[in-house]
């Protein structure tokens, strides 16, 4: 089952150009099986996304992207609102509480330009951020970083034995399913899509009509 698990769409993202049904009808014609939007501190209703799973005939999951003071959280499992910047402990306080799941999302974005580059930081000192002390996950494959932002998070995750998944953080139509995670087994919920997660039974790739 290939989904990718970091989408956004309008307007619950403003920052997204993306209606919900064209995403959908992009992410049925690049052969997606499923996706998961994690609208930026906002959350779509369940009703919702079951009536646009049942017009595209995809599985439709919800997540959340929320700010930390440690970088930006993929959130699973967890249907608090969160409005704003929060501390890193207290998300996962909540979050675990909650029996939810954290991915650091895209942990190297632009790592060149503000300074990990230029100290020349390894993966090993890379892995000691506190970021990674908080989350379950991390993002190795984000469709908007590049190759090298890719594969310091890729060797971090490998580091740290930490699972590490794929999403293409899509703004944009032409842009869904440039990264995604193929599954090994079907998928019904989101409980069904952390316990997928922790068990590892995935690999990082593409949707099939851009791989």
Known sequence: MIIDLHVHTKPLSPCSHIDPLEMVAEAKRRGLDGVCLTEHHALWGRGELDEL??????????????????????????????????????????????????????????FKVFGFGQLRMTPEQAAKRRLFQLVDAIEVSNGKLTEEE??????????????????????????????????????????????????????????????
């Open 53 to 110: 799973a049942r017009q595209s005939g995809i599985a439709i999951f919800s997540g959340n992207e929320i700010t930390t003071d440690q970088g930006d959280i993929l959130v699973f499992q967890y249907s608090v609102p969160v409005p704003d910047i929060v501390p890193i402990a207290d998300l996962r306080r909540e979050v675990l509480a909650a029996g939810g799941f954290m991915i650091a999302a895209h942990p190297f974005r632009g």
């Open 150 to 211: 890719n594969s310091m998070a890729l060797d971090v995750s490998k580091i740290l034995g930490m699972a590490g998944t794929g999403g293409s953080d899509a703004h944009r139509v032409d842009e869904i399913g440039k990264r995604a995670t193929v599954f090994e087994r079907e998928i019904r919920n989101e409980r069904e899509l952390v316990e997928e997660i922790r068990a590892g039974r995935y690999t990082v790739g593409t949707a099939p009509a851009i791989s």
